[in-house]
């Protein structure tokens, strides 16, 4: 089946730029998303890259998809504090619109 | 944007008792909605796909006779935890879609969650 797998913890300084990994197995993935959790709280989409795509940039998010590696990153530029909070991968593939999601990276964000 | 509410946010609840959580998609309809599960600390799982007008389709090992989900109109569905016990204990997010055609380039968009705690 699907697996979506992330590191599980990443800490900055506030200003630096953080990058958080994702790997993904399925070659049939359509869409791949990331979302930003806060504690207590939903899910919140970020941004989403299309699989014939290998970057996408929205303000200081850069997404970066490796498709021959099944490599997806989400670069945020100038982390701020409240940046802090659990990142999730999500992809879908052709004939599946659920999404398989990663574990959660938990970004902490140093002042 | 699109916007999906789930209520309540918070419920607790007794073994042994049942619990409904709604979902709602405010400002569009939901061909498709989508409830996942959350435990403490770990990712979301999928536990079934429920299309408006017909039964869900539960994901493998998830329990159709205590997880009932009902979609009975293109804004609403709910899910309710029949006999409910501490192991259910978990955050429940409803995502609805208003694709039509199938494709997964339909955005899902995610509602707020619902903690759920049985004693």
């Known amino acids: 089946g699907e697996d979506v797998e992330q590191s599980l913890f990443l800490s900055v300084r506030e200003g630096d730029s953080s990058v958080i990994n994702c790997t993904y197995t399925?070659?049939?993935?359509?869409?791949l998303y990331w979302y930003k959790q806060e504690p207590g709280a939903g899910l919140q989409l970020l941004t989403y890259?299309?699989?014939?795509?290998d970057m996408k940039q929205d303000q200081r998010l850069t997404v970066l998809l490796n498709k021959k590696d099944k490599h997806l990153s989400l670069r945020i530029a100038d982390t701020q504090t409240g940046d802090s909070a659990i990142y999730f991968c999500?992809?879908?593939?052709?004939?599946?619109?659920?999404?398989?999601f990663g574990s959660g990276t938990r970004l902490q964000v140093q002042p | 944007g699109a916007v999906v509410s789930q209520h309540p946010s918070w419920v607790i609840c007794k073994s042994g008792t049942s619990v409904k959580i709604e979902c709602r998609s405010l400002?569009?309809?939901?061909?498709?909605m989508f409830w996942y599960r959350q435990f403490p600390k770990q990712s979301l799982m999928l536990m079934a796909t429920?299309?408006?007008?017909?039964?869900?389709?539960?994901e493998q090992g998830v329990e159709k006779d205590k997880f009932l989900i009902n979609h009975a109109s293109l804004t609403l569905s709910t899910l309710t935890v029949t006999s409910a016990h501490p192991e259910d204990s978990s955050f429940y997010i409803c995502?609805?879609?208003?694709?039509?055609?199938?494709?997964?380039?339909?955005?899902?968009?995610f509602g707020p969650g619902t903690r759920l705690t049985v004693l």
């Open positions: 400002d569009f309809q939901a061909t498709t």
């Open positions: 999500a992809e879908s593939g052709t004939g599946r619109r659920a999404l398989t």
């Open positions: 890259i299309f699989s014939n795509m």
């Open positions: 429920s299309n408006e007008g017909s039964k869900a389709t539960y």
């Open positions: 995502s609805a879609s208003g694709g039509t055609n199938g494709a997964s380039t339909d955005t899902q968009y």
């Open positions: 399925d070659s049939s993935s359509t869409y």
